[in-house]
């Protein structure tokens, strides 16, 4: 996983989050309304989803909100989930989830991705105990959403801003292009357009990999991401580091791209939400 060190573009998620100043709990009760069903994982068997759904219902259940595993009041929200694992070792699995909080009416609300290494064993048949690295972040995400709704003041939508992609510079051409076709995917799963020309953008993202010297199997990575108007005036930067396996370096890249893009994207997201008015008024 990478860390985030931010400046201006708000704070990672999923497995990038920094939880340092601790988890909120929301103390109040809650309505009906703010009840959320979560469905079965796609890409997990049986036990591992009933597993994964069943630690999700109680991390948000430590936080007040209502959760099951079955219910059918058009009243409620649901949550869906896809899962996908793959071997770093021989007793050892990477299990990764993204987890979807869908409206009333079925629409995408919120997402989240979390990832985290396993031992084989226990994923074959897991606890749900086991399994709260998997689940926590999404529970304190969509609960925030959760409660906004059930206390019935106005989500404000999120902004249209379209964003034009300057290729990432980097180690090599294919590293670069999946980091790219990676932070395209999960802009547009969290709902930004991304413009084939920059002459139809209102912001413009550039990335850039720092890939470190290897030692003792690993080595240092660094992902810094730039947010710029068309005039270049710099919007926000964010930046992921953490120590990578080599391993993952070298036949772990598609998949590790896929969960840094999901949290830039994340952070790019809030970053646009909370932009004054004013600060793209000379959009094209």
Avoid: Y
């Amino acid at each position: 996983m990478i860390a985030p060190v931010l400046a201006s573009c708000g704070s990672a998620s999923g497995p990038f989050a920094d939880n340092g100043a601790g988890t909120r709990k929301l103390v109040r009760p809650l309505p009906d309304a703010a009840g959320v069903v979560v469905g079965v994982v796609r890409g997990a068997d049986e036990t591992q989803s009933r597993a994964l759904r069943e630690a999700l219902v109680a991390a948000l259940a430590r936080r007040d909100v209502a959760a099951a595993l079955t219910g059918d009041n058009p009243a409620i929200r649901r949550i869906e989930a896809d899962a996908s694992e793959e071997g770093t070792a021989i007793d050892r699995r990477r299990v990764r989830v993204t987890w979807r909080l869908l409206d009333r009416r079925g629409r995408p609300q919120k997402s989240t991705t979390a990832a985290m290494i396993v031992d084989a064993a226990v994923w074959r048949n897991p606890q749900p105990g086991a399994l709260a690295g998997l689940v926590e972040d999404a529970a304190e995400q969509f609960t925030a959403s959760i409660v906004a709704g059930a206390d019935g003041r106005t989500v404000a939508p999120q902004k249209q801003v379209r964003l034009f992609l300057w290729p990432v510079a980097g180690p090599s051409a294919r590293q670069n292009g999946l980091l790219l076709a990676s932070l395209q995917r999960a802009l547009q799963e969290a709902g930004i357009p991304v413009v084939d020309r920059i002459d139809d953008a209102q912001l413009i993202v550039s990335g850039e990999i720092l890939l470190g010297e290897a030692r003792n199997g690993t080595r240092p990575l660094e992902i810094h991401w730039t947010m710029l108007k068309p005039d270049g005036g710099e919007v926000g930067v964010l930046r992921q580091r953490n120590r990578i396996a080599d391993a993952e370096v070298e036949g772990g890249w598609a998949t590790l791209s896929l969960t840094v893009a999901t949290a830039a994207a994340e952070s790019m997201a809030e970053t646009i939400r909370g932009l004054p008015g004013e600060a793209l008024q000379q959009a094209r």
